[in-house]
T-cell receptor
Framework: EAGVAQSPRYKIIEKRQSVAFWCNPI?????LYWYQQILGQGPKLLIQ????????DSQLPKDRFSAERLKGVDSTLKIQPAKLEDSAVYLC???????????FGPGTRLTVT | GQNIDQPTEMTATEGAIVQINCTYQ??????LFWYQQHAGEAPTFLSY????GLEEKGRFSSFLSRSKGYSYLLLKELQMKDSASYLC???????????FGIGTKLQVIP
């Protein structure tokens, strides 16, 4: 079975620019997660979707970050405008349901200069 | 937060046994995951404990004590490829939110 797909793999932008990341979860997985992982730290949950509804976005900086999961399948995460501290790896994960193990995509490494 | 604590770094010898501990907040607790993350790669699932006791899976075992808010990951017959970060992640009740610890970076030396 195909894994979680993410693109792009790498992105370099200047501060105040905008950027978007795309994620295609494993087919049939109802739950989709976006994490931010700063070097040397564990993944920090930004937003969790159950089908196309938001379950948790309490740690999403909503003044600059937005995410959507149209039709309950793939998802996009956007940052506008980016700040230097947004430099991190953005991981997308999916699971059959909220109680199950998560399958992670390869991540997008964002560098903000 | 969910107060997940685990050591930041550990070193162990090839062929030996190592135990990585994790403590967490017990209120609203629903389960405990362990993930392995090699440098520059995404985390991969190792184990999930919801009941007290030891779950064995090959060279890896995971233990949970719900009353003590304590878990450990036991790695036996260490191999060089086991050098990685090991992430403890707590599943909460309600919205079933998963919160990750900072991760324990394990270095296996010859």
């Amino acid at each position: 079975e195909a894994g979680v797909a993410q693109s792009p793999r790498y992105k370099i932008i200047e501060k105040r620019q905008s950027v978007a990341f795309w994620c295609n979860p494993i087919s049939g997985h109802a739950t989709l997660y976006w994490y931010q992982q700063i070097l040397g730290q564990g993944p920090k949950l930004l937003i969790q979707f159950q089908n196309n509804g938001v379950v948790d976005d309490s740690q999403l900086p909503k003044d600059r970050f937005s995410a959507e999961r149209l039709k309950g399948v793939d998802s996009t995460l956007k940052i506008q405008p980016a700040k230097l501290e947004d430099s991190a790896v953005y991981l997308c994960a999916s699971s059959p349901d909220r109680f199950n193990e998560q399958y992670f995509g390869p991540g997008t490494r964002l560098t903000v200069t | 937060g969910q107060n997940i604590d685990q050591p930041t770094e550990m070193t162990a010898t090839e062929g030996a046994i190592v135990q990585i501990n994790c403590t967490y907040q017990t209120s609203g607790f629903n389960g405990l995951f362990w993930y392995q993350q090699h440098a520059g790669e995404a985390p991969t699932f190792l184990s999930y404990n919801v009941l007290d006791g030891l779950e064995e899976k090959g060279r890896f075992s995971s233990f949970l004590s719900r009353s003590k808010g304590y878990s450990y990951l036991l790695l036996k017959e260490l191999q060089m490829k086991d050098s990685a970060s090991y992430l403890c992640a707590r599943l909460s009740t309600g919205y079933q939110k998963v919160t990750f610890g900072i991760g324990t970076k394990l270095q296996v030396i010859p």
